[in-house]
């Protein structure tokens, strides 16, 4: 298993927990983004620099990620194809995304998009808080425990 960052849009803690989860479990962190990155010298620590544009960092992370690599994203279609490529998907609040919960996850998000279009609904989600960051850290280890198990 490998592990890909939707980095630009990443909260900074994560990416932290990444970075040690990678050095810890000796396991690969690739961070995609559109801006260059500063990340800790490790050989578990890679990035990918792409470039500027709508869904660029999306398309990379699909078409470099295997079957069975992890995608940490809150971009909802970008989750979408990953888990249609055999991969597991995961938002930085440690939500799992799965074919039973990402079509009802894109309606909502096209609603939402909808709404704010047209006004009614302004701001976005809620600030990034350390519940956020323990469900992710428990969502990171109960993946990562798994898949050394198989």
């Given at each position: 298993?490998?592990?890909?960052?939707?980095?630009?849009?990443?909260?900074?803690?994560?990416?932290?927990?990444?970075?040690?989860a990678?050095?810890?479990?000796?396991?690969?962190?690739?961070?995609?983004?559109?801006?260059?990155m500063?990340?800790?010298?490790s050989?578990f620590?890679?990035?990918?620099?792409?470039?500027?544009?709508?869904?660029?960092?999306?398309?990379?992370?699909?078409?470099?990620?295997?079957?069975?690599?992890?995608?940490?994203?809150?971009?909802?279609?970008?989750?979408?194809?990953?888990?249609?490529?055999?991969?597991?998907?995961i938002?930085?609040?440690?939500?799992?995304?799965?074919?039973?919960?990402?079509?009802?996850?894109l309606?909502?998000?096209?609603?939402?998009?909808?709404?704010?279009?047209?006004?009614?609904?302004?701001?976005?989600?809620?600030p990034?808080?350390?519940?956020?960051?323990?469900?992710?850290?428990?969502?990171?280890?109960?993946?990562?425990?798994?898949?050394?198990?198989?």
């Open positions: 298993m490998k592990i890909w960052v939707d980095s630009d849009a990443c909260p900074r803690p994560v990416k932290e927990m990444l970075y040690r990678a050095q810890k479990r000796q396991i690969m962190v690739t961070l995609v983004a559109n801006q260059p500063r990340v800790p010298s050989p620590i890679e990035t990918v620099l792409v470039e500027a544009g709508p869904d660029v960092a999306d398309e990379t992370i699909i078409r470099l990620m295997e079957p069975g690599d992890l995608v940490v994203t809150a971009d909802i279609p970008l989750a979408s194809g990953v888990v249609d490529c055999g991969g597991l998907a938002d930085p609040r440690g939500v799992l995304f799965t074919r039973d919960n990402i079509r009802e996850r309606l909502v998000r096209d609603m939402m998009d909808l709404m704010r279009g047209s006004g009614l609904v302004t701001g976005g989600p809620p990034f808080n350390s519940s956020d960051r323990q469900a992710f850290a428990n969502q990171i280890d109960r993946i990562l425990t798994a898949s050394l198990q198989s």
